[in-house]
């Protein structure tokens, strides 16, 4: 049973950075889909980054291109989410999830997730 836990959240100012990472367990980290995603109070969860498993292609949210990079460590079993330049709107519950076949764009057929980390950009 594959098992996540996010840290790295925090408080950070307009413009800073945050590096958010998932400790993974109980699956195949190496062949498995994983994505990072995020959620605001009263919207869907959306999908922020993900590899897929079937290819290794890397999504990433129109919002966040040029800002985020996702990376999997297979040695260490963590899956990152390096954050610069961040924004008030980056400001959401953060979660880290796999999958063996579920794309960034379908939050609902991922099949684990973490518990969630909070980034809030304020000033």
């Known amino acids: 049973q594959a098992q996540l836990v996010e840290s790295g959240g925090g408080l950070v100012q307009p413009g800073g950075s945050l590096r958010l990472s998932c400790a993974a367990s109980g699956f195949p980290l190496a062949y498995y889909a994983i994505g990072w995603f995020r959620q605001v109070p009263g919207k869907e969860r959306e999908g922020v980054s993900c590899?897929?498993?079937?290819?290794?292609?890397?999504y990433y949210a129109d919002s966040v291109k040029g800002r985020f990079t996702i990376s999997r460590d297979v040695a260490k079993s963590t899956i990152d989410l390096q954050m610069n330049n961040l924004k008030p709107e980056d400001t959401a519950l953060y979660y880290c999830?796999?999958?063996?076949?579920?794309?960034?764009?379908?939050?609902?057929?991922?099949?684990?997730w973490g518990q969630g980390t909070q980034v809030t950009v304020s000033s």
């Open positions: 590899v897929s498993s079937s290819d290794g292609t890397v």
């Open positions: 999830a796999t999958d063996p076949w579920a794309n960034c764009d379908r939050p609902h057929d991922w099949r684990s």
